[in-house]
């Protein structure tokens, strides 16, 4: 059996100040798993305001002033948010070297689906 997962990839940052055009990217793009990096959120920030109906949101705030955090939303058919727990992990500007010694940054999202 095949099962397709449309991914994608945004970079927000700050997710509050843009929420209806998260919420319509996520509906019109029909898109079942959305890593959204940067959203700057704090737990002050509840999960129904920024998750949109028919989707779950998995995230990781932010603790203090550095570093954005991350954010998964999945959409509630999709097999990830069915499932009773998940956690994201996030790694904000991870510095890694190439064999030819350039030196790179990435933002490394992990959901742990549990």
């Known amino acids: 059996m095949t099962v397709h997962v449309l991914r ?6 700050s997710a509050c100040n843009k ?6 990217f996520l509906n019109e793009q029909d ?3 959305c890593c959204v990096t940067e959203t700057w959120l704090t737990c002050g920030v509840p999960d129904p305001l920024i998750c949109p109906e028919g989707h779950r949101v998995f995230r990781r705030n932010r603790s203090n002033l550095v570093g954005g955090e991350a954010a998964v939303f999945a959409t509630r058919c999709s097999a990830i948010a069915e499932r009773p727990r998940c956690r994201v992990r996030y790694s904000f500007g991870k ?9 790179y940054f990435a933002d490394i999202i992990g959901l742990s689906v549990i």
């Open 19 to 24: 929420l209806d055009e998260l919420h319509m």
């Open 8 to 13: 994608a990839l945004l970079n927000a940052r």
């Open 31 to 33: 898109v079942d798993v």
């Open 95 to 103: 510095k890694w070297k190439t064999g030819n010694g350039r030196q």
